[in-house]
C-alpha cells in the first residue's frame, strides 16, 4: 500500500485518468498533509522574502542618501547599521504582533460562527445553503448538501468559517515567534549587500558597489519567488530589482541635494 502511495504521489498523469473511488484514504491523507505542509511552508517564504526585500531596498535607499551628502565613510556606516539594527527589532516586533493579533481574530470570529451553529442551526444551515448557490449549484443540491452538513456541527461550522468569513479554522497555527524570527533575520541579512562595499571604501566607488550588489540580490530574490509564483523568472526578478534600483536612485539624488537645501557650507578647495 506504501509503495502505491508513493507511486501515486510522484506520477501526476496516473492521478489525472482515475476516478474518486480509486484514491485510498493513505494516500489522500499523505497527499493532504503534503498540501498543508506546502502551504504552511509558503507563509514563511512569504515572510523571509519580504524581510529581505524591505532590508535590502530601505537599507540601500538610507545609505545612498548618506553617500550623496558626505564622501566620507563613517556617517554612512553609522546611519546604515543603525537603519538595519532598528528595522530587524522593528520587523520582528511587527510581525509578532501581527501574526497574534489576526490569530485572536480569527479564534474570536469561529467562536461567534461555532456559537451560531449550535444556538441557531436552522440558520447556519441556510446560509451554507445559499453560498453553495451563490457558487453555482443549483438550489435543491445547495440544500441537500446543506442539510447532510447540518447533521455534523463541526463540519457545517468549518464550511461556514471557510466561505462566509474567508478563513480556516486551522488556519494561522504558526508560532507568531517563528514568524518574528524569520521576518527580523531576513531583515538582517538584507542589510549586508547595500552596507558591505562601504566597509571598504568610499565615495561614489562604494555607492556604485553597494547598488550593484543590492540589485544583483534582489534580482535573484526574483528569481528564486518565481518558483512559486509561476511567473517567467526574468519578468520577477525585474520587477524587483526596478523597486530596489529606484529607491537607490532616489535616495542618492535627495542625498546629493540636501545640503544645498539645507545651506551647508561648501566644503574648502
Same mark, same amino acid.
Do not use: C
Given at each position: ?23 485510498? %484514504? ?121 442539510? #447532510? ?57 562604494? #555607492? ?21 509564483? %509561476? ?39
Amino acid at each position: 500500500m506504501e509503495d502505491r502511495t508513493a507511486t501515486l504521489m510522484a506520477d501526476e498523469d496516473a492521478r489525472a485518468e482515475m476516478a474518486a473511488h480509486e484514491f485510498d %484514504h493513505e494516500f489522500l491523507e499523505v497527499h493532504l498533509t503534503d498540501e498543508r505542509r506546502k502551504a504552511s511552508l509558503l507563509g514563511e517564504i512569504r515572510e523571509a522574502i519580504f524581510g529581505a526585500q524591505d532590508g535590502l531596498v530601505s537599507t540601500l535607499a538610507v545609505v545612498s542618501t548618506v553617500a550623496g551628502a558626505t564622501n566620507e565613510r563613517y556617517p554612512v556606516l553609522v546611519a546604515g547599521i543603525a537603519s538595519g539594527l532598528a528595522g530587524i527589532f522593528s520587523m520582528a516586533a511587527g510581525e509578532y504582533i501581527g501574526s497574534k493579533s489576526q490569530r485572536e481574530i480569527f479564534d474570536a470570529q469561529i467562536v461567534d460562527e461555532r456559537q451560531e451553529v449550535h444556538e441557531r442551526p436552522g440558520e447556519a444551515e441556510a446560509e451554507v445553503a445559499y453560498m453553495f448557490e451563490q457558487d453555482g449549484l443549483p438550489h435543491d443540491q445547495a440544500r441537500e448538501v446543506a442539510r #447532510v452538513m447540518a447533521g455534523h456541527p463541526e463540519v457545517l461550522l468549518k464550511t461556514m468559517v471557510e466561505k462566509e468569513l474567508g478563513l480556516s479554522i486551522e488556519e494561522g497555527g504558526g508560532s507568531p515567534l517563528q514568524g518574528a524570527l524569520v521576518m527580523g533575520a531576513a531583515f538582517g541579512l538584507g542589510t549586508i549587500p547595500p552596507i558591505l562595499p562601504h566597509v571598504f571604501g568610499a565615495g561614489d566607488m562604494a #555607492v556604485v558597489a553597494s547598488v550593484g550588489a543590492t540589485l544583483a540580490v534582489l534580482f535573484g530574490i526574483g528569481v528564486v519567488k518565481s518558483r512559486w509564483t %509561476h511567473r517567467s523568472w526574468w519578468a520577477s526578478g525585474l520587477e524587483i530589482l526596478a523597486v530596489g534600483a529606484i529607491a537607490g536612485v532616489a535616495g542618492y539624488f535627495f542625498g546629493s541635494i540636501l545640503p544645498v537645501l539645507l545651506g551647508a557650507p561648501e566644503a574648502a578647495a
